[in-house]
Each structure stands twice: as structure tokens, then as C-alpha cells.
């Protein structure tokens, strides 16, 4: 199945069997070969900002304890104990100096070094404490924001690649973007690779499966949301890759067609850019993308939560977690430049939330039919049927663009999509390239 998808793919066909999504045997391959090795998002920095700090993060199920030592560098550990396995951290966020195992009370310090175990004395005369301490994965920051690794091949920048040129726009030039709240989550019923998928620029479905958010004007007039001609103020990018030279994700931008939307993604940005990526900073009022595996953002400026309040952007970053292959946790962060004030930044809270929250319009209609997606998988007659990426792009690349990838100035294809599915045929046959 897996042989005929890539061979699929190589013969420009695209077609994916419906099983994958579904598939006890293909969420194991998919922790072993892709979320091990990985980088995969933890939290931002701010999230723990003093020592002693913690939140507890996962790497596909995987629960690691993601700590502010008394040294001030932040570590992630497994979140179980090295006696008899229990979960020592049993609150999602806190400030410790050490943990105590609830089970039979072996103690770790915040930097993961075991120090206490009870009866040591008498009982475990021969146990090396050095031996026993946390399990620690590797750790690696972007700007504020840090990801976390089990066995990684590459380092986080070389990971990131080409990626990094546009994720600079959105986390760099901007000054730099601040969490606004703890992660919401939600989980339900659908396959994490249909998120992830959905989020490179799938610009097809929002017509769609959106059109109610444009309808009642909670979306831009001028937003993602609605049909614009092919070739006008919008560009997808494809095939960003890694230094390895394996494709890492791809993005969606679109520009504001006039003074009174804003650009700098509808934020009020004071900005004297000494790069030339200020100029597409200065025009971008919406991007959605992602980075393989799991980390997914959106902004959409001008937007709207129904209310007469002002309209403000919906901004987030999102990671899709995957609990099975039936199962996803949605982790969201609201996010707005560093210096937004409160007040900006609260409304940017609740329109987001409006949109993307648990129970928010564009959240339902999607997650409504990804689970769909997710239960058609399951059985045999799946095993049977494949889906497709059959969309070709109309227009051509762009000529004199100066970043990475291939850039087209039409969302309407299915290049973006392709991208993710590539890299995942990749990682799961092992593929070098
Ligand atoms: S399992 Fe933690 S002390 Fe025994
Ligand atoms: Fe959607």
C-alpha cells in the first residue's frame, strides 16, 4: 500500500490510500519513524518564565515535563519515574524546585538529577543515583519558541530550513510574537495528518466547508474565505525544504489589496526594517502553514466575532497531537506581536477563540468533516479506495521572487498539500530523498 502510494507520487499521480488515515499499524510507524525524530513544538518561553517554572508538553503521546532548571535553561523529561515508571508531574503547569514520585517517593531536582530515594540507606545500597536521574530529550529554541526532540538527526535550524525565511517574518520581523494565553485544547475523533494537511494552504475548502464565516461577515471581506482571481493578491509556497534537502512544509500569504485593510497581518507594527522581507511584511494581512510534522499557524487580519466590537486579526499557532489514529488533541495559541497592548491583545483572544476555539465556526466546520474523513477510513472497504491531490496549479512560478520554494501567485492547487504527504512518504519508507 505504502510502495504504491509513493510510486504514485513519483508518477505524478498523487493518489493516497483512504486506509492511511485510519490505521492502528500506521500510528505506530508514524511515532517510531516521524515523532521521535523530529523537532516538534513544546511552548514558548514566556510560558515558564522564572526558574522552577514548568508545563507539562507531549511528543505524540508522550508526556514530557518541560522545566526552567535553577541554572535557567530549560530541559524536557520524560514524565515518568525511573523506579517503577508513575508519572511523577501530575499538574500541567507549576513551579518546583523538585518532584516527588507519588508511588514510593524517589525525589528529582529541576534539573532532573535524582536526590532522594526513601531507605536508600538500607535498601538500595548498590542503586547509582547518577544512573537513575529523569530521562532528558534533546531541546532547542527558535526565537521564544521551543521544540523538543526524542532522537534528532539534524538540529532545529538545519530542520527548519528554508521554512525559517518566512517563519522570520512572522517571528522576527514582527518583533517578535508573545503568547497571549495558556494552549486551549480540544480533542475529538479525527486524524492528526488531516489538520496538518488542511493547514498547508488548502484554500480549496474554505470556499466550501467556510462559506457560513464569510456569510455572516466574521471573515474579512477581502479573507481567504472568499473566491478571489486566480493570480491576484496571494501567493502559496511549496517545497520549502530542510538542509537535508527534504521538504519541510509549506506556507499561504495573501496581500492586502488596498490602504484600508492593513498589512503586517493586520497588527499595528512601528517598524524600520533593514531587510528586504519588511516590504512583504508590510503587505501580508493572512498566512496559514506547516511545518512537518505537526505545527500548524494562521492569521487572518480584519476579522470578526460577530459582535460590534472592533475587528481585529484571528491569530494562532496550533500543534496537532496525536493520541491515535482516531484520536487528535488541537493545542492553540493566540498570538499577537510582542508589543500589542492588553487591550488589542484580548480582542484578538476572543475573535480568535470565536473562529478556532473548541467551539469556535471555522473549528466546527472543519473538525465536522475531518472526523467524517476519519471514520470512512476505518474499515476494510478503505483498504480498497484511495484519495487524490490531483490539483495542478494554472499559473506558473514566480519569476524574481527572492525566497525559498516554489512560488506561485494562486492558492487554487494542490502543490502545498502534496508537499506534507512527500515528506511523510519519506520518513515512513525511509527514504533518503
Ligand atoms: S514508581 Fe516512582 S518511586 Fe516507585
Ligand atoms: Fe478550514
Keep these: 500500500m505504502l510502495r504504491k502510494m509513493r510510486d504514485s507520487f513519483s508518477n505524478q499521480q498523487y493518489e493516497i490510500p483512504l486506509k492511511v488515515i485510519n490505521d492502528y499499524q500506521i500510528y505506530e510507524l508514524e511515532l517510531e519513524k516521524i515523532f521521535s525524530r523530529s523537532w516538534i513544538f513544546l511552548g514558548f518561553e514566556e510560558e515558564i518564565p522564572n526558574e522552577g517554572d514548568y508545563m507539562v508538553r507531549y511528543i505524540g503521546p508522550d508526556p514530557f515535563i518541560v522545566i526552567r532548571g535553577d541554572d535557567n535553561k530549560i530541559r524536557a523529561f520524560f514524565n515518568s519515574c525511573r523506579h517503577r515508571g508513575s508519572m511523577i508531574c501530575t499538574s500541567e503547569y507549576g513551579n518546583a524546585r523538585k518532584f516527588t514520585c507519588p508511588y514510593h517517593g524517589w525525589s528529582y531536582d529541576n534539573k532532573g538529577k535524582l536526590i532522594g530515594v526513601p531507605l536508600r540507606d538500607r535498601i538500595y545500597k548498590n542503586l547509582d543515583m547518577e544512573k537513575w536521574g529523569l530521562i532528558e530529550i534533546n531541546v532547542e529554541k527558535y526565537e521564544n519558541l521551543i521544540f523538543g526532540s526524542e532522537s534528532p538527526r539534524i538540529g532545529l535550524s538545519e530542520y527548519l530550513g528554508e521554512a525559517k525565511y518566512y517563519l522570520d517574518i512572522i517571528f522576527k520581523l514582527t518583533g517578535g510574537m508573545r503568547p497571549v494565553n495558556t494552549p486551549f485544547k480540544f480533542t475529538t475523533d479525527f486524524n492528526w495528518k488531516i489538520g496538518a494537511e488542511n493547514f498547508s494552504e488548502d484554500r480549496l475548502h474554505t470556499v466550501v466547508t467556510h462559506k457560513t464565516v464569510a456569510d455572516f461577515g466574521f471573515a474579512s471581506p477581502v479573507s481567504r474565505f472568499g473566491y478571489i482571481t486566480p493570480g491576484t493578491n496571494e501567493v502559496s509556497i511549496a517545497d520549502l525544504k530542510d538542509t537535508e534537502g527534504k521538504v519541510i512544509g509549506a506556507f499561504g500569504f495573501r496581500f492586502t489589496p488596498g490602504e484600508h485593510i492593513p498589512g503586517y497581518f493586520g497588527f499595528r507594527i512601528n517598524s524600520t526594517f533593514n531587510d528586504p522581507r519588511g516590504n512583504l511584511l508590510k503587505k501580508i494581512s493572512h498566512t496559514v502553514f506547516t511545518i512537518f510534522p505537526n505545527l500548524s499557524g494562521f492569521i487572518a487580519a480584519d476579522s470578526s466575532d460577530g459582535s460590534r466590537k472592533d475587528r481585529a486579526p484571528v491569530s494562532l499557532l496550533r500543534v496537532w497531537q496525536p493520541l491515535g489514529p482516531d484520536k487528535t488533541l488541537i493545542q492553540t495559541w493566540v498570538i499577537t506581536p510582542k508589543d500589542t497592548s ?36 476505518r474499515g476494510y472497504f478503505a483498504k480498497m479506495n484511495t484519495t487524490n491531490l490531483k490539483a495542478e496549479p494554472d499559473l506558473p512560478p514566480l519569476e524574481g521572487w527572492e525566497g525559498p520554494g516554489i512560488v506561485r501567485p494562486t492558492q487554487f492547487h494542490e502543490e502545498c498539500q502534496r508537499t506534507f504527504w512527500r515528506r511523510w512518504i519519506m520518513e515512513i519508507l525511509g527514504d533518503k530523498k
Excluded at 473548541?358 to 472526523?371: F, K, L, N, Y
Aim: glycine fraction near 12%; charged fraction near 25%; hydrophobic fraction near 35%.
Design 342 to 377: 492588553d487591550e488589542i491583545a484580548k480582542r484578538v483572544y476572543e475573535i480568535t477563540i470565536s473562529h478556532f476555539g473548541p467551539g469556535g465556526a471555522a473549528e466546527q466546520d472543519d473538525t465536522s468533516i475531518w472526523r467524517g474523513i476519519t471514520q470512512v477510513a
